[in-house]
Antibody
Framework: EVQLVESGGGLVKPGGSLRLSCVGS????????MNWVRQAPGKGLEWVSSISSSSTYIFYADSVKGRFTISRDNAKNLQYLQMNSLRAEDTAVYYC??????????WGQGTLVTVSS | DIQMTQSPSVMSASVGDRVTITCRASQGISNYLAWFQQKPGKVPKRLIY???SLQSGVPSRFSGSGSGTEFTLTISSLQPEDFATYYCLQHNSYPRTFGQGTKVEIK
């Protein structure tokens, strides 16, 4: 069974940093692209970042470019999202999502990031 | 960037109704479109991939169609468990973009 489990969310002050982690199991992690999608409270889904299976290709939404860094460790079945210079508008549930042919087939349960003073 | 425009934003429907949700892309995306269902407090669930392929385990009352710039998600006979918010996603190019969502409410 495919599972994705996020961790690392929490309360952080504006300008602060946080690192999210996502561990995958039940599939060959190194064969899939991975993604982060977020959802602000009461709002819709927003794509944040994607990383290809071997980390060759990395993409970011304009709203996080220069502040967030996606990475992965295939030996540990982990992907990360390093979030710096956090703003109130980054407050959201962050989902770890597996990519298949560019589509998003499996989602983690999400981790809540709250940016507030 | 490709904009995805979903309509309607909200709709009221009754059990048994046929429901159609539309997603329009600002430029052609071939069939690189997926549909997701999200219930309050829950994780989005993929219903349709490649515009018209039904995700395994999803009831056959859900169907998708379209190619290029116009796509539809149809629920042939709305069931109580189908009241939720539905999103389309284009994965033709980066940045990936979701539609703004369609909330299906009980009439």
């Amino acid at each position: 069974e495919v599972q994705l489990v996020e961790s690392g969310g929490g309360l952080v002050k504006p300008g602060g940093s946080l690192r999210l982690s996502c561990v995958g199991s039940g599939f060959v992690f190194s064969s899939y692209s991975m993604n982060w999608v977020r959802q602000a409270p009461g709002k819709g889904l927003e794509w944040v970042s994607s990383i290809s299976s071997s980390s060759t290709y990395i993409f970011y939404a304009d709203s996080v470019k220069g502040r967030f860094t996606i990475s992965r460790d295939n030996a540990k079945n982990l992907q990360y999202l390093q979030m710096n210079s956090l703003r109130a508008e980054d407050t959201a549930v962050y989902y770890c999502v597996r990519g298949t042919d560019g589509d998003y087939d499996y989602w983690g349960q999400g981790t809540l990031v709250t940016v507030s003073s | 960037d490709i904009q995805m425009t979903q309509s309607p934003s909200v709709m009221s429907a009754s059990v048994g109704d046929r429901v159609t949700i539309t997603c329009r892309a600002s430029q052609g995306i071939s069939n690189y479109l997926a549909w997701f269902q999200q219930k309050p407090g829950k994780v989005p669930k993929r219903l349709i991939y490649a515009a018209s392929s039904l995700q395994s385990g999803v009831p056959s009352r859900f169907s998708g169609s379209g190619s290029g710039t116009e796509f539809t998600l149809t629920i042939s006979s709305l069931q109580p468990e189908d009241f939720a918010t539905y999103y389309c996603l284009q994965h033709n190019s980066y940045p990936r973009t979701f539609g703004q969502g369609t909330k299906v409410e009980i009439k």
